[in-house]
């Protein structure tokens, strides 16, 4: 199957795309067929993976949210992030 070259991308896209392309050399192309693979693959990947997740729970493999969810919460509590100032500024400018 060809997939039609006038596939539209909007045009932030296309200009960040023929970009990436110019700094590694690469044909456009080649970079769309490369992100469709990867994003296929990935597709695939994560399907079996809730596949094994309904398997475990059809063998009754799982633990009660009662018991996991006090584990959970302290697994985020135990991490804080520290961010840089400069980080900290720059994450503010996309929360906006």
């Known amino acids: 199957m060809t997939v039609s070259a006038g ?5 932030a896209q296309e200009l960040k795309l023929n970009d990436f392309a110019v ?3 690469r044909g456009t192309d080649d970079l769309v067929q490369e992100a469709v693979a990867r994003l296929l693959a990935y597709d695939e990947w994560f399907n079996g993976q809730v596949q094994v997740g309904m398997d475990q729970i059809k063998r009754g493999e799982f633990i009660e949210e009662e018991k996991w969810t006090p584990v959970l919460n302290g697994c985020f509590t135990l991490r804080r992030i520290r961010w ?3 980080a900290a500024d720059d994450l503010e400018g996309i929360h906006r």
């Open 23 to 25: 700094r590694t050399g």
């Open 84 to 86: 840089a100032p400069a």
């Open 7 to 11: 596939t539209p991308l909007p045009q």
